[in-house]
């Protein structure tokens, strides 16, 4: 009975031509020298992995012989008589991280070599063999990541709640830490560290004081050994009024001696626990959370107070750039400028080990954003890109959204900035995902929300890699090769269904209040205006949209000039990216030969009806799933649909009912 349990580590019995392959890959399996953690996991996953591929595992051995996979650094492979220079040269290139998989000969043996740097580099390389023998790939050559910073954001709740989570209570058991130490914690380090995951913050940004008192410390401590062999560093949010709660101070202000000899003390405590711990994640002056602003200083202050604390300990500070106002917003304001308006002026302020971390649109997660205008305009400030993989915006973990497309579309952007041109994953050094982990079990809420996961996990190791691609080995070794082909057609449609019955044309933040499932567009009374749908689409009897251009907010010049030219006119703005930059008239005429009030019901009436064939499509596969997997999905399509059909409803009715435009011919009257 399949319930997701093991995620994309499967290691299901492969059938017969794939085995033969694998099994002469692998006769033996061998590692010179004394095992360390993470090596010693390298070899206890490829031991579970090719029990369950093959029905037996070969013995770890010491010799080398006909048919080996070799797993080995430089100095073992010196030792071995087979330090050759090129190898060594290649290896060199690869950094810590990096691996490659090479057919070579080695004393006289045919072997497969695994060779890293290091013994994550090993592990990750062992992993990235196992997606191949798995996937019947070919061997990957070589392999190395450009972001050193590959970071999972929990926003989990110390009661086990989860903000914006949709698959159960938090994976982290508080209560039962730090002497019990669950088994998922480890399955959890697997799954990360086959993706190449280096670090995980395990609390949620809105953070408490509690998180950093001594028996927290020790909680996060035990995860911490728990992940370390997987190179997989802790993080904590810190709450950044955290000493003045806990009544160890009389000020937060992060200029007062007091203050920055309390964290540096809290550094040194973390450190004692934690010797690898890898630094605060901050959310401050931002949807009520405490920060620097309180007291008058910058973000920058605020940042290099906590830097200077951990900077001995060589940790780091994570800095959101998410903020918007808390009061007095006016409609003419707009949001998303804020963070443009606070943050471009610190560039150059923030110490060295403060890294700005940016979500990817300037609003907040929506099923589509252009790319945040902070990304190209801090030059002198290392940034991280912050993507949410939990769903908030994009139906939770009913509606299939597979985010690989989401992702490619925002990193390759390019963001027109100098030197020359650069995509926005050029502009990144580092990258964390809002994880939709919990503890249910199949982990992620639904099965294909595990892609997501996955998505992110590989993106953040090579943020070149093609959607299509990541869907096609997801789809091989979550539900074997014989679906690939019509699970990755369902996968690549699905984030723009959703774009379609929810928020298409560059539509934005018309969801439900505060839970954010569902069409609100109507809602126009809530306590700050900035909350409010109306505030976002603007429709009204002379059009829709909210205009961005130097007639309206002029969000548009915070891009580089190139582009605010572009989207300076709706001609040259490109269709999806429409009534975010701009406001138009219904009757406006769109590329396709329609008004912009028949486009946008197209675009619903597509939504629902790719809602509805993706239902069709998982119907048709019935045959070829497991049954509970393919129950567990269907019901969700089923649900799909139902909200793709609210969705669509209810928007046609409420944008008519603000245009008063009659339904053009062939559209069906919302029900
Ligand atoms: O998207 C909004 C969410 C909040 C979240 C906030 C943030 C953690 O609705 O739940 O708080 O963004 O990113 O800080």
């Given at each position: 009975?399949?319930?997701?349990?093991?995620?994309?580590?499967?290691?299901?019995?492969?059938?017969?031509?794939?085995?033969?392959?694998?099994?002469?890959?692998?006769?033996?399996?061998?590692?010179?020298?004394?095992?360390?953690?993470?090596s010693?996991a390298?070899?206890?996953?490829?031991?579970?992995?090719?029990?369950?591929?093959?029905?037996?595992?070969?013995?770890?051995?010491?010799?080398?012989?006909d048919?080996?996979?070799?797993?080995?650094?430089?100095?073992?492979?010196?030792?071995?008589?087979?330090?050759?220079?090129?190898?060594?040269?290649?290896?060199?290139?690869l950094?810590?991280?990096?691996?490659?998989?090479?057919?070579?000969?080695?004393?006289?043996?045919?072997?497969?070599?695994?060779?890293?740097?290091?013994?994550?580099?090993?592990?990750?390389?062992?992993?990235?063999?196992?997606?191949?023998?798995?996937?019947?790939?070919?061997?990957?050559?070589?392999?190395?990541?450009?972001?050193?910073?590959?970071?999972?954001?929990?926003?989990?709740?110390?009661?086990?709640?989860?903000?914006?989570?949709?698959a159960?209570?938090?994976?982290?058991?508080?209560?039962?830490?730090?002497?019990?130490?669950?088994?998922?914690y480890?399955?959890?380090?697997?799954?990360?560290?086959?993706?190449?995951?280096?670090?995980?913050?395990?609390?949620n940004?809105?953070?408490?004081?509690?998180?950093?008192?001594?028996?927290?410390?020790?909680?996060?401590?035990?995860?911490?050994?728990?992940?370390?062999?997987?190179?997989?560093?802790?993080?904590?949010?810190?709450?950044?009024?955290?000493p003045?709660?806990?009544?160890?101070?009389?000020?937060?202000?992060?200029?007062?001696?007091?203050?920055?000899?309390?964290?540096?003390?809290?550094?040194?405590?973390?450190?004692?626990?934690?010797?690898?711990?890898?630094?605060?994640?901050?959310?401050?002056?931002?949807?009520?959370?405490?920060g620097?602003?309180?007291?008058?200083?910058?973000?920058?202050?605020?940042?290099?107070?906590?830097?200077?604390?951990?900077?001995?300990?060589?940790?780091?500070?994570?800095?959101?750039?998410?903020?918007?106002?808390?009061?007095?917003?006016?409609?003419?304001?707009?949001?998303?400028?804020?963070a443009?308006?606070?943050?471009?002026?610190?560039?150059?302020?923030?110490?060295?080990?403060?890294?700005?971390?940016?979500?990817?649109?300037?609003?907040?997660?929506?099923?589509?954003?252009?790319?945040?205008?902070?990304?190209g305009?801090?030059?002198?400030?290392?940034?991280?890109?912050?993507?949410?993989?939990t769903?908030?915006?994009?139906?939770f973990?009913?509606?299939?959204?597979?985010?690989?497309?989401?992702?490619?579309?925002?990193?390759?952007?390019?963001?027109?900035?100098?030197p020359?041109?650069?995509?926005?994953?050029?502009?990144?050094?580092?990258?964390?995902?809002?994880?939709?982990?919990?503890?249910?079990?199949?982990?992620?809420?639904?099965?294909?929300?595990?892609?997501?996961?996955?998505a992110?996990?590989?993106?953040?190791?090579?943020?070149?890699?093609?959607?299509?691609?990541?869907?096609?080995?997801?789809?091989?070794?979550?539900?074997?090769?014989?679906?690939?082909?019509?699970?990755?057609?369902?996968?690549?449609?699905?984030?723009?269904?959703?774009?379609?019955?929810?928020?298409?044309?560059?539509?934005?933040?018309?969801?439900?209040?505060?839970?954010?499932?569902?069409?609100?567009?109507?809602?126009?009374?809530?306590?700050?205006?900035?909350?409010?749908?109306?505030?976002?689409?603007?429709?009204s009897?002379?059009?829709i949209?909210?205009?961005?251009?130097?007639?309206?907010?002029?969000?548009?010049?915070?891009?580089?000039?190139?582009?605010?030219?572009?989207?300076?006119?709706?001609?040259?703005?490109?269709?999806?990216?429409?009534?975010?930059?701009?406001?138009?008239?219904?009757?406006?005429?769109?590329?396709?030969?329609?008004?912009?009030?028949?486009e946008?019901?197209?675009?619903?009436?597509?939504?629902?009806?790719?809602?509805?064939?993706?239902?069709?499509?998982?119907?048709?596969?019935?045959?070829?799933?497991?049954?509970?997997?393919?129950?567990?999905?269907?019901?969700?399509?089923?649900?799909?649909?139902?909200?793709?059909?609210?969705?669509?409803?209810?928007?046609?009715?409420?944008?008519q009912?603000?245009?008063?435009?009659?339904?053009?011919?062939?559209?069906?009257?919302?029900?």
């Amino acid at each position: 009975d399949e319930d997701g349990y093991d995620l994309w580590l499967r290691y299901r019995p492969l059938e017969q031509a794939a085995q033969a392959r694998v099994q002469s890959q692998a006769r033996s399996v061998v590692l010179p020298g004394a095992p360390s953690p993470t090596s010693q996991a390298a070899l206890d996953e490829l031991h579970k992995a090719l029990t369950g591929m093959l029905g037996r595992a070969p013995a770890p051995s010491a010799r080398i012989s006909d048919g080996a996979l070799l797993l080995a650094t430089p100095a073992r492979l010196q030792e071995l008589g087979a330090a050759a220079s090129p190898l060594r040269a290649e290896l060199s290139a690869l950094g810590n991280d990096g691996y490659l998989l090479r057919q070579t000969r080695i004393q006289n043996h045919n072997v497969t070599l695994i060779a890293a740097n290091t013994d994550i580099g090993l592990l990750y390389g062992a992993y990235a063999w196992l997606r191949d023998a798995n996937t019947g790939a070919k061997l990957e050559a070589s392999s190395a990541p450009t972001l050193q910073l590959r970071l999972l954001n929990h926003w989990d709740n110390l009661d086990r709640t989860v903000e914006r989570g949709y698959a159960g209570q938090s994976i982290w058991d508080w209560w039962a830490l730090p002497d019990i130490k669950d088994q998922r914690y480890t399955d959890y380090a697997r799954a990360n560290a086959s993706l190449g995951i280096n670090g995980t913050v395990l609390n949620n940004v809105n953070s408490k004081p509690e998180v950093l008192t001594a028996p927290f410390i020790a909680k996060a401590a035990a995860v911490a050994d728990v992940l370390r062999p997987y190179g997989i560093k802790v993080y904590l949010s810190a709450r950044f009024s955290t000493p003045l709660e806990l009544k160890e101070t009389s000020t937060a202000d992060p200029l007062s001696p007091e203050v920055r000899a309390w964290w540096q003390r809290k550094a040194d405590e973390i450190y004692k626990s934690i010797p690898d711990f890898g630094g605060f994640l901050v959310k401050a002056n931002s949807e009520g959370q405490p920060g620097p602003q309180d007291y008058h200083r910058t973000h920058a202050d605020g940042a290099n107070m906590l830097a200077a604390a951990l900077a001995p300990h060589k940790g780091i500070v994570m800095w959101r750039a998410f903020v918007y106002a808390p009061k007095g917003t006016h409609l003419n304001d707009d949001r998303a400028k804020q963070a443009y308006d606070e943050f471009k002026p610190l560039d150059g302020q923030f110490a060295a080990n403060v890294l700005v971390q940016v979500k990817n649109g300037a609003i907040d997660f929506q099923p589509r954003e252009p790319f945040h205008p902070l990304f190209g305009a801090m030059q002198k400030t290392p940034l991280m890109m912050e993507f949410q993989i939990t769903k908030e915006y994009l139906g939770f973990s009913t509606d299939m959204a597979y985010l690989g497309t989401l992702f490619e579309e925002t990193l390759e952007t390019d963001t027109k900035t100098a030197p020359q041109g650069r995509t926005v994953a050029q502009t990144l050094s580092g990258i964390a995902g809002v994880a939709n982990i919990g503890s249910d079990r199949n982990w992620a809420g639904s099965h294909f929300d595990q892609a997501n996961w996955y998505a992110y996990g590989r993106m953040a190791w090579n943020p070149q890699a093609k959607a299509r691609d990541v869907a096609v080995e997801w789809a091989a070794l979550t539900f074997g090769p014989r679906t690939v082909t019509p699970v990755v057609d369902m996968m690549m449609m699905s984030r723009e269904t959703v774009v379609n019955y929810m928020t298409p044309l560059g539509l934005h933040h018309i969801m439900g209040t505060g839970h954010h499932h569902g069409p609100a567009p109507w809602v126009d009374n809530l306590e700050r205006p900035d909350w409010n749908p109306v505030y976002y689409h603007r429709a009204s009897r002379d059009g829709i949209g909210f205009d961005r251009t130097a007639k309206g907010s002029n969000a548009l010049e915070q891009y580089a000039p190139e582009i605010a030219r572009q989207f300076s006119d709706p001609k040259t703005t490109p269709p999806q990216f429409l009534l975010w930059f701009h406001h138009l008239p219904w009757n406006y005429a769109m590329p396709s030969g329609r008004t912009l009030w028949a486009e946008l019901l197209a675009h619903y009436d597509q939504g629902l009806a790719d809602a509805k064939s993706l239902r069709a499509r998982w119907v048709a596969l019935k045959p070829l799933i497991d049954p509970r997997r393919y129950s567990e999905e269907e019901q969700r399509l089923n649900r799909q649909v139902a909200n793709a059909t609210l969705w669509r409803d209810a928007c046609v009715a409420y944008f008519q009912s603000v245009s008063g435009l009659p339904l053009p011919a062939g559209v069906q009257p919302p029900a």
